[in-house]
């Protein structure tokens, strides 16, 4: 449990750090917990990818482009996989 824990604070910080539209690091805290969600639900890149930038454009009306949400889902299944690895 405290695996998961430190894994969803590492989770946080990447989402926090990554600002799509440019409205400044940390603006993202809803995204950010169903993004969060999304990685504890599927292995694969490109589903993560999506879902991100389904829940990014459902909350600002405005598409992230794939890529960028591909290339944060890359870095997120990397954290998640690492943890697991740890256990």
């Known amino acids: 449990m405290h695996k998961d824990i430190e894994t969803n604070i590492e989770l946080q910080r990447i989402l926090r750090e990554w600002d799509p539209f440019k409205v400044g690091a940390g603006f993202y805290d809803t995204e950010a917990a169903d ?9 694969n890149p ?7 930038q389904e829940i990014y454009e459902f909350s600002f009306e405005e598409k992230v482009p794939l890529s960028s949400c591909k ?14 690895c740890e256990l």
Request: charged residues 15%; hydrophobic residues 50%.
């Open 46 to 52: 490109g589903q993560l990818a999506s879902k991100i």
């Open 35 to 43: 993004a969060i969600q999304a990685v504890h639900q599927t292995d």
């Open 71 to 84: 290339e944060v889902a890359l870095r997120l299944l990397h954290i998640k996989n690492n943890a697991a």
